[in-house]
């Protein structure tokens, strides 16, 4: 035990791999290995980019990768693609993304198996964010596919939110629709050459402007780009950093570190709960508690209240 | 403490509304009652109603609650519809389908408020099958929108889930990303004059068909319907007793109970720990625990494995 940690504190790439793998099984060894490396962490600084399919994250994330790294940071990508196990996409599209930062030591890019990770990629996402975070990476970028409320959970382990959105296709319905403008602290519009790209830009400046003031007062700016062409990429360089100065002050940051806690803690807990139950319901195990509401003795609200009782 | 549980106990259904309201704000009040009730609960047969936006739902469950009428049985349906806040169709649903079933005392249909329920839609979905079964309805229709994994988690309260589909829309791959085909015990394909329907439905039995035997022997009947016109129902009606009646069989009843129970622990569950992670991200609690992952003292993980030791 401690074994792979050390590894991956050196910075074995490889065993940070396995790692991932091994957590995506959830066994209590790659618990402890976490359990490790959590405690090393805490100097990443965590970027979010979430928004609907065809928006354009993935070349997006390549644009910011290339700038970071043109600063100087170290950058780190976990890519929470939720698509149908019967889809490849994520594995090409990995390959594809690898082959320009492939010889570079100072990236890793890394798809997150969605497959068996059904409810758990919150947690997935968790750990990632953990290992890359002790392999001493300056920036660990989230992306992931901004459609539901599990996407939410993912987004809400990084500090800053990058939502991307096109004028194409409704999408602005579909984010308000999955409460993924409630986490962004950044608005892209992508592919501000489509025609009616201006007005989502006024139409999301809008209904920000109705919002009232946000708890730590971070005014969320609202850009167009156009990432395939590598434009406007600098201003959303510049929104990107504003927000992790701004987050840098000592009242946002417990409450931020308070939040990403919070979404691991949660992510964990969903995991928790989902594997026990499973258990549950093969009838691997019964202990008393479960066996009472199964009769109708006593209900599973009481249950719930008790489990939870020691943290409130 | 108890007279909502009373009033409900002996058919008050003004008392029943208020206890969905009441429980929707997840107030221990609520709880104390719902766990009276649960208790007093188990008679009620529960059905599960999801599908994609459009595939006919509502339009579907209203033939099923006539049929059902029309055989004796009384009749209560939980619309849980998580529209966007900025919509009203759940309320504007509720009243054109209540007119039809609104002088008959067998019958009750209440849509589920989807605001500020975020994440807490199965726990109250649990809590509306708690209430209908404890006032004595035969049979529990729970409707829900079928697009992700929460849908996937309120299906799961009930003992026969119907996944209706068109062949419109490329809604089969919908489906199949949504894991919803994994809990599917019916599936029906509405819409049936739409062109491809047939294919639809071979395009189904086929991938069923590839698929190992399920652990409850169950086969998956594939139905075409039109809903609109009240065509096919009644082969829909008997594919739902058949299932009911399947899972009436001693070693299947048991682990459909487990099931049932487990959906319902786990909604629960996952609502004390968002509630629980709220208060702490608002820094108005602060067990030691809970600091000592702040300050990486431990981490997130044995936290976690801690919280939910006593029911290993």
Same mark, same amino acid.
């Given at each position: 035990? /401690?074994?792979?940690?050390?590894?991956? %504190?050196?910075?074995?790439?490889?065993?940070?791999?396995?790692?991932?793998?091994?957590?995506?099984?959830?066994?209590?060894?790659?618990?402890?290995?976490?359990?490790?490396?959590?405690?090393?962490?805490?100097?990443?600084?965590?970027?979010?980019?979430?928004?609907?399919?065809?928006?354009?994250?993935?070349?997006?994330?390549?644009?910011?990768?290339?700038?970071?790294?043109?600063?100087?940071?170290?950058?780190?990508?976990?890519?929470?693609?939720?698509?149908?196990?019967?889809?490849?996409?994520?594995? %090409?599209?990995?390959?594809?993304?690898?082959?320009?930062?492939?010889?570079?030591?100072?990236?890793?890019?890394?798809?997150?198996?969605?497959?068996?990770?059904?409810?758990?990629?919150?947690?997935?996402?968790?750990?990632?964010?953990?290992?890359?975070?002790?392999?001493?990476?300056?920036?660990?970028?989230?992306?992931?596919?901004?459609?539901?409320?599990?996407?939410?959970? +993912?987004?809400?382990?990084?500090?800053?939110?990058?939502?991307?959105?096109?004028?194409?296709?409704?999408?602005?319905?579909?984010?308000?629709?999955?409460?993924?403008?409630?986490?962004?602290?950044?608005?892209?519009?992508?592919?501000?050459?489509?025609?009616?790209?201006?007005?989502?830009?006024?139409?999301?400046?809008?209904?920000?402007?109705?919002?009232?003031?946000?708890?730590?007062?971070?005014?969320?700016?609202?850009?167009?780009?156009?990432?395939?062409?590598?434009?406007?990429?600098?201003?959303? +360089?510049?929104?990107?950093? /504003?927000?992790?100065?701004?987050?840098?002050?000592?009242?946002?940051?417990?409450?931020?570190?308070?939040?990403?806690?919070?979404?691991?803690?949660?992510?964990?807990?969903?995991?928790?709960?989902?594997?026990?139950?499973?258990?549950?319901?093969?009838?691997?195990?019964?202990?008393?508690?479960?066996?009472?509401?199964?009769?109708?003795?006593?209900?599973?609200?009481?249950?719930?209240?008790?489990?939870?009782?020691?943290?409130?």
């Amino acid at each position: 035990m /401690g074994s792979l940690a050390d590894a991956i %504190l050196a910075g074995d790439r490889r065993a940070a791999g396995r790692l991932i793998s091994l957590a995506e099984s959830r066994t209590s060894d790659a618990r402890d290995e976490l359990e490790i490396l959590y405690r090393h962490g805490g100097h990443a600084r965590t970027i979010g980019v979430t928004g609907p399919p065809g928006a354009g994250k993935s070349t997006l994330v390549d644009g910011l990768i290339a700038r970071l790294r043109a600063r100087g940071l170290t950058v780190a990508v976990a890519a929470v693609d939720p698509s149908s196990p019967y889809s490849r996409g994520a594995v %090409l599209g990995d390959r594809v993304r690898m082959m320009r930062h492939a010889d570079d030591a100072g990236v890793l890019v890394r798809s997150m198996a969605t497959r068996g990770a059904l409810g758990g990629l919150s947690a997935a996402t968790g750990d990632a964010i953990t290992i890359f975070d002790a392999m001493g990476f300056d920036i660990v970028i989230v992306e992931t596919v901004g459609v539901g409320q599990s996407e939410v959970d +993912i987004v809400g382990h990084t500090e800053a939110v990058l939502l991307l959105q096109t004028a194409l296709g409704g999408d602005d319905v579909q984010a308000i629709k999955a409460g993924v403008l409630e986490i962004a602290d950044i608005m892209v519009v992508n592919k501000k050459s489509a025609p009616g790209s201006d007005r989502m830009a006024r139409f999301l400046r809008e209904s920000l402007h109705d919002r009232p003031l946000r708890p730590d007062a971070w005014t969320i700016p609202v850009l167009l780009a156009e990432a395939s062409e590598e434009t406007g990429l600098d201003e959303v +360089i510049d929104a990107l950093f /504003g927000r992790l100065d701004h987050n840098r002050q000592d009242t946002h940051m417990s409450a931020i570190r308070r939040r990403q806690a919070a979404a691991h803690l949660t992510a964990l807990a969903d995991v928790e709960i989902r594997t026990l139950m499973r258990r549950l319901i093969a009838g691997q195990t019964r202990p008393e508690a479960w066996q009472a509401v199964l009769e109708r003795r006593s209900g599973p609200y009481s249950l719930a209240a008790r489990l939870f009782e020691q943290l409130r």
